[in-house]
């Protein structure tokens, strides 16, 4: 059984930069794709960023798009999430998630984290 394990949220102003780490477990996760969602305040769960272990591929929504950078360290089965130019409306528990297919959505992720909560001030 894999575990995933998220780390770094906190309260920040708008505009800071937060980076998220999310450690994996009890696995090899090297064949996967990993990324992160996230869940606002009265919101559903959205996707935010993925990597594919194989290819380094990456994906992002449109609103992590220009600010977000999910990279990852293979070595440390550990995938980060660097967020630049935060808006309140970042505000979110963020969520690491895995899979074993070649795309990650809410569909397909078979791995969670706990969640870690970033709340942006403006």
């Known amino acids: 059984q894999g575990q995933l394990a998220e780390s770094g949220g906190g309260l920040v102003q708008a505009g800071d930069s937060l980076r998220l780490s999310c450690a994996a477990s009890g696995r090899t996760f090297s064949s996967l794709t990993m990324g992160w969602f996230r869940q606002g305040p009265g919101n559903e769960r959205e996707f935010v960023a993925s990597?594919?272990?194989?290819?380094?591929?990456?994906d992002y929504a449109n609103s992590a798009k220009g600010r977000f950078t999910i990279s990852g360290d293979n070595a440390k089965n550990t995938v980060y999430l660097q967020m630049t130019s935060l808006k309140p409306q970042d505000t979110a528990t963020y969520y690491c998630a895995a899979t074993d297919r070649p795309w990650l959505a809410q569909t397909t992720a078979q791995y969670w984290g706990q969640g870690t909560q970033v709340t942006v001030s403006s």
């Open positions: 990597i594919r272990w194989n290819d380094g591929r990456t």
